[in-house]
């Protein structure tokens, strides 16, 4: 197959794992490895392609100076790292593009900055502008402060959340894996897929965890999470090492491609499954399940049963059968408290016992995304 829809990209999203930078467990920032990377986006950057850099390594780099040998398992000592070592990471990647004459940015994300609409919408402008002005932002969770970003798994769904934020034409992640293959690498006979056409299709096959490095979060599970994100946005997504990224952007058939969808989600729905957390849960009778599957309507406080969790209007929650299966994601447009009065009541009763202003959907079909 060809890989036109690599080489063509005009606007790119390139994640390289802690492992990949940081080298064995414990060990400092690996300069060559930076510059490796820095080499790779300079060229994309000649042929005239905007590039941002997600990139893993801060704790990692933070253990050294601590004289810790291994990841911390302790928020506080993650924390303590990252602020060490997200310094250090800045400045290598500063010092390496000045070889090329490029001027690179920090911005440190957290999980509001992707999850809350506002935040997002910032964050997206910020990223336009730097592209615009030809830097190359290098992003990273603000691990150093960050509570539950720090799970985020490798900053893995993180990159596929910018690719989708600024629109991107590709989604690169650079790994200790060289590609996915369709058993265990370690495994005897194990063999590289170089390309998916679609994330369903590897449904089947076992995946790995994180690198043997030991300083990464993620594994191949979050690669191909990642790759389920971008490709639902209509973003193709490579996943290759750091050796061959270079021939791999060139289009040459290493790593491997996962292809685009044809028929795309829209940005704000992909947004809306991706990257919000729930605040509560709406809990469905069997009929409000059928309609909102079968039939893509909004959900009515009729069909409601129960309610768990507390939020505002305008929150995400969970969409709840009675079997306890998720089955959508929304916005809410009543707050938890008000809820309870409106169960199992048509909109036009809710109108007649509180007000004109109950006579509507609890959630809104544009406001819910199937999962």
Known sequence: MSREQITSAKRIVIKIGSSSLTGKAGSALDATAV???????????????EVVVVSSGAIAAGLAPLGLTTRPKDLATQQAA????????????????????????????????????????????????????????IINENDSVGTQEIRFGDNDRLAALVALLIGADLLVLISDIDALYDAPPSQGGAQKIYEVASVA????ITLGGAGTA???????????????????????????SLQDSGKSLAGEKIGTHFHAQASKTTSRLLWLAHATNSHGKLILDAGAVTAILERGVSLLPAGVTAVEGEFIAGDAVELVGPDGAVIARGLVAFDSTDLPQMLGRSTKELAAVLGAEYERELVHRDDLVLI
Request: charged residues 15%.
């Open 35 to 49: 510059n490796k990377l820095v080499d790779v986006v300079a060229a994309c950057k000649k042929r005239e392609a």
């Open 82 to 137: 990252a602020s060490v070592g997200q310094g250090l990471l800045v400045a290598q990647y500063t010092q390496s593009f000045a070889r090329h004459a490029i001027t690179a940015s920090q911005v440190l994300l957290t999980t509001e900055d992707v999850v809350r609409r506002s935040h997002y919408q910032n964050a997206q402008r910020t990223l336009y502008k730097l592209l615009q002005l030809g830097v190359v932002p």
């Open 201 to 204: 299709n590897i449904e089947g």
């Open 214 to 240: 030991g300083v990464g979060s993620g594994g191949m599970v979050t690669k191909v999470e990642a790759a389920r994100i971008a490709t639902s946005a209509g973003i193709p997504m490579l996943l290759t």
